[in-house]
């Protein structure tokens, strides 16, 4: 990770980039992003990985705990068939969305699987919930790419985006956007008005904001207000950007779980520890663990 000048440096111009990463990590996924490291500066935006390669890497997805978070899955390339109980089956691939929102507690790993293309590119993004949420209920969504709305060149994945709203349930205060440019177009974005977090990875593609931001690599702009004006250079681009109000709480963070304070992530971890002995036993008598994709 190279650091830039400090977000408290004033010599910084309004929304120059602060940050860069290519994050670290091997195989299909990288990690651009944790709570311990840049997720404190870019709050409530707080992991995230990008990956691909071959689409069957997806059947080595362990299920596995969260709480106090919600997960979002976006599709750059290719595609994965979803098998939810709850919400059925489809097809997810570019624009479209898994929303999990993890609550109180929940375990899930095994809901998507290898779809008709051989290979995969996307994101996964965790978002931190406000108190009245990091111990609710489990929220599924599951939504293909023909019901995700779009603004201009953006899908909107999440908030609202110039009159366009997300059908995901997600808490208000924030916006992340899927764009595609031709080569040598640009893309003029602003902020809603307290949005002063403001981060993009590009999936594929090279971006320039006006410095060139490559593929795979991830940046955070300096905090204000002011919109940035983003140009594909020579061929076509694909990226994703975040803007939110600034979570206004410290990050309590377990091994899977992100609270807004001790006694919260305590409840939260409680609760996906109860529900770690009830998968075990459910799948100690033999059943097959991809009919409970999520464990609630």
């Not at 965790?126 to 111990?135: F, G, K």
């Not at 300096?222 to 681009?237: D, Y």
């Amino acid at each position: 990770m190279t650091a830039q000048p400090s977000l408290n440096s004033p010599t910084v111009n309004p929304r120059a980039v602060v940050y860069r990463t290519t994050g670290s990590g091997h195989g299909p996924i990288v990690r651009l992003m944790s709570p311990s490291d840049l997720g404190q500066l870019i709050k409530p935006f707080v992991f995230l990985d990008r990956f691909e390669g071959e689409s069957s890497f997806i059947h080595g997805m362990p299920m596995h705990p969260h709480s106090g978070i919600a997960t979002v899955t976006v599709i750059t390339e290719g595609n994965l068939r979803f098998d939810d109980a709850e919400s059925g089956c489809g097809t997810i691939d570019y624009g479209g969305v898994e929303w999990m929102r993890a609550g109180g507690g929940v375990w899930h790993g095994k809901e998507m699987s290898v779809g008709t293309s051989k290979r995969i590119q996307g994101f996964q993004l965790w978002v931190a919930l406000p108190p009245a949420l990091e111990n609710a209920a489990v929220d599924s969504q599951y939504l293909e790419s023909r019901v995700m709305p779009s603004a201009g060149a953006a899908r909107v994945i999440l908030g609202a985006y110039q009159g366009v709203q997300s059908p995901v349930r997600a808490p208000a205060g924030m916006n992340y956007l899927l764009v595609t440019l031709r080569a040598g177009e640009s893309w003029h974005y602003v902020p809603p008005q307290g949005h002063e977090s403001l981060w993009l990875s590009v999936s594929r593609g090279n971006l320039s904001v006006p410095e060139p931001i490559a593929a795979g690599e991830m940046v955070i702009f300096a905090p204000g207000s002011e919109a940035v004006t983003l140009k594909a250079l020579n061929s076509e681009t694909v990226f994703v950007i975040g803007s939110a109000i600034p979570h206004p709480y410290e990050l309590a963070l377990g091994h899977y779980s992100v609270h807004t304070n001790a006694r919260a992530l305590l409840a939260g971890e409680t609760r996906i520890a109860e529900i770690g002995t009830r998968l075990r036993e459910h799948l100690q008598r033999g059943n097959d663990s991809t009919t409970v994709p999520v464990f609630r």
